[in-house]
């Protein structure tokens, strides 16, 4: 290749997922896709998302340009793109694992990749595929099927079929596995100080599955495995990805990092050089998140070029990154429909709720909704249980703000209904929680995040999510029980 040719530049842009702001496309995206770019991934903390029919139109225009990868981090449950404004109508995985019926998260995933193809998305990133093991962990959570390995295994292999049953390509995360850190890679790099044989039997088990199921892409994690990666996270690792993932586990398909503008690598080497690193470790297409406007991805191009030109990137490389792109386009076209299932969310998340205790009648029911914080993840999201319980009011309160007594006066002769999300990670909620519920012990706890921390109640009601189909088969169920 000379200096001149713009088929590097092409190839280059081919490995570029990226960002842009409003609901349609601007005129710079335009002409990156009709030069090449990879794609693009949709946020709806940029106002990419708005409903069906905008989202139908965006794919048109971005396709009449070119043939770009357009992808979303749809997962249901907590982590929903297409129903941020609404919650979604699917539970997320820990409600499925709570089920454990492969088939049902065989047969979500295939609606959901359903509604994601008629409006022209063409790459899920999703399933997560983290086995979570920590409790505490920041970013996971409910977001894994949960903490056994051989469960992950099976949910995340079906959750592939289903996704590309419906012509949608699945991208397994976060590999070699984000379920064991206690530190969120959108803020810092973490650290996952286990043994290789550890690593194989447990991270890995879930991403063989994956492999085994035709996974059209993996996504890389953030994470440092001193055992594998030494001192370098695996989106930027040659041991993780092309040792691991290409030779031993025997994975051919496209390999996309996790986003590049995450602290864990912006904040080490920066996104420049963390999209050439990654091209070198073996990755496919680099996603540079949500926030990089049209000068770094030019940027970033010129990177991987100047890369290239200067022998450190071998041309050769770079065009095994870019025919993998080209070739998630191949499949699609090869790939099955399928139809969506408009019940099949609310069936799953009624069979996911658990029960401990016998819940009290209703009462002009009070609902305490105590707030914690959002992840990076699924950032602000609409949750609880009041507005499926005829006859209730809703109180949103912080934990650091609020009086318990003005609480207590509310609910007096009421029903006192006290809904959370992973109590276990927050202490002021515990406190609030005990605070109430040592006054009035007749109080139902709804738990929306993972029942770790369980407190002394008359009944308590557990979702494994924060969906809009969790919050409606709780309200159901306690309905049910008023009756």
């Not at 109640?457 to 999510?465: D, E, L, S």
Request: proline share 6%; hydrophobic share 40%.
């Amino acid at each position: 290749m000379t200096p001149a040719d713009p088929t590097l530049h092409r190839m280059a842009a081919t490995t570029l997922l990226a960002p842009f702001a409003g609901p349609n496309a601007p005129g710079w995206l335009r002409e990156a896709i009709a030069d090449g770019l990879g794609g693009v991934c949709l946020f709806a903390i940029n106002g990419n998302v708005t409903d069906t029919e905008q989202l139908t139109s965006l794919s048109t225009t971005l396709n009449s340009y070119g043939q770009p990868v357009i992808a979303i981090d749809e997962e249901g449950g907590d982590v929903t793109r297409l129903a941020h404004a609404t919650g979604s109508p699917y539970p997320g995985n820990a409600a499925l694992g709570a089920i454990d019926d492969t088939e049902l998260t065989r047969a979500v995933h295939r609606s959901l990749g359903a509604e994601l193809d008629d409006v022209g998305i063409n790459l899920n990133l999703a399933p997560s595929g983290d086995v979570n093991t920590a409790t505490d962990n920041p970013v996971i959570g409910t977001r894994s099927f949960g903490s056994d390995a051989a469960l992950v295994s099976r949910h995340t292999g079906a959750a592939v079929r289903g996704l590309q049953e419906a012509g949608v390509a699945a991208c397994v995360k976060h590999f070699p596995g984000h379920g064991a850190t206690r530190q969120d890679s959108h803020h810092e790099l973490p650290t996952i100080d286990i043994s290789m044989d550890m690593l194989t039997n447990r991270e890995l088990a879930p991403f063989r599955a994956a492999v085994t199921q035709g996974a059209q892409a993996i996504m890389t994690a953030h994470v440092r495995v001193p055992a594998l990666t030494g001192a370098d996270p695996a989106t930027l690792s040659p041991a993780a990805l092309d040792g691991l993932l290409r030779e031993r586990m025997g994975y051919d398909g496209l390999i996309v990092s996790d986003a590049l503008e995450m602290q864990a690598i912006s904040d080490t080497v920066g996104v420049c050089e963390g999209a050439v690193r990654s091209l070198l470790a073996g990755a496919d297409l680099l996603c540079l998140g949500a926030v990089q406007g049209p000068d770094v991805i030019r940027a970033t191009t010129q990177a991987i070029v100047d890369a290239v030109r200067s022998g450190r990137l071998r041309a050769g490389r770079l065009e095994e990154a870019a025919s993998r792109v080209r070739r998630l386009h191949a499949w699609r076209t090869t790939a099955g429909r399928a139809a969506f299932d408009g019940s099949i969310g609310l069936t799953a998340a009624r069979q996911a709720v658990r029960v401990t205790g016998e819940p009290a009648p209703l009462r002009e029911p009070l609902v305490v909704e105590i707030q914690t914080p959002n992840s990076m993840a699924s950032g602000s999201l609409p949750w609880g249980i009041a507005a499926w319980l005829p006859g209730s009011d809703a109180a949103r309160v912080e934990p650091s703000r609020c009086t318990p007594h003005t609480l207590l006066e509310s609910a007096r002769d009421r029903s006192l209904i006290i809904a959370v999300r992973d109590a276990h990670r927050h202490k002021q909620a515990q406190d609030l929680m005990s605070t109430l519920l040592a006054a009035r012990p007749d109080a139902t706890v709804v738990e929306m995040g993972l029942p770790t921390w369980q407190p002394p109640c008359t009944a308590y009601v557990a979702t494994y999510g924060a969906a809009a189909v969790n919050g409606k088969a709780a309200a159901e169920l306690l309905t049910t029980a008023a009756r």
